[in-house]
């Protein structure tokens, strides 16, 4: 199956730095790429969309200023966590649409631990 | 927006076991996907399932679109196949997925 890498893998930062995460497809150009937050032993909740070339667009509560996103290119696709608060600690995973299949492959996901 | 449902929560097999899982949903949809979610966090793709049946090895699905269920079998179950099934749905053409809560399942020694 098409391949999605997730960078970096787990992160501890201090609160009010900023973190980046990024996501790529490395076997399959996706025009479209999916956010998803997940917290213990829930399922994953979809914050937002990732459209190459354009201007991501946000599930209602998520707050676009302090989840920045950025889809540069057909492969990659960013989310930087600003100011990060412990209460943003997470497990953060990104998903990429095969234009091809319809079909959402997902990265490996990425842990967060603000101190 | 559209609601799914996933059952059981939780789910406690002996190895070898067979079992059912099923995912219920509230409307039309245009793609349903079953994934596993490992001890990691890792998703694992099991199906892309918008109807009809599909197997791979000891795990096969069936989705009945006109009924809006999808049920996931995974038989002669092993230690490995532990951890979260989720269920995910997409009704529009975007490719957006919504997911199910998940079934828990832990396959005993």
């Known amino acids: 199956g098409a391949v999605v890498s997730q960078h970096p893998s787990w992160v501890i930062c201090k609160s009010g730095t900023s973190v980046k995460i990024e996501c790529r497809s490395l076997?399959?150009?996706?025009?479209?790429m999916f956010w998803y937050r997940q917290f213990p032993k829930q399922s994953l909740m979809l914050m937002a969309t990732?459209?190459?070339?354009?201007?991501?667009?946000?599930e209602q509560g998520v707050e676009k200023d302090k989840f920045l996103i950025n889809h540069a290119s057909l492969t990659l696709s960013t989310l930087t966590v600003t100011s990060a608060h412990p209460e943003d600690s997470s497990f953060y995973i990104c998903?990429?649409?095969?234009?091809?299949?319809?079909?959402?492959?997902f990265g490996e996901g990425s842990r967060l631990t603000v101190l | 927006g559209i609601q799914v449902e996933q059952s059981p929560p939780d789910l406690i097999l002996q190895e070898g076991a067979n079992s059912t899982l099923r995912c219920n949903f509230s409307d039309s949809v245009n793609n349903l996907q079953w994934f596993h979610q490992n001890p990691w966090g890792q998703l694992i793709n099991l199906f892309y399932?918008?109807?009809g049946t599909k197997q791979n090895g000891r795990l096969s699905a069936t989705t009945v679109a006109t009924e809006r269920y999808s049920l996931l079998y995974i038989s002669s179950s092993q230690t490995t196949d532990s951890g979260v099934y989720f269920c995910a749905v997409n009704y529009n053409q975007g490719g957006k997925l919504i997911f199910g809560q998940g079934t828990e399942l832990s396959v005993k020694p």
């Open positions: 998903s990429a649409l095969s234009s091809n299949t319809g079909e959402l492959f």
């Open positions: 076997d399959f150009q996706a025009t479209t």
């Open positions: 399932i918008p109807s």
């Open positions: 990732s459209n190459e070339g354009s201007k991501a667009t946000y």
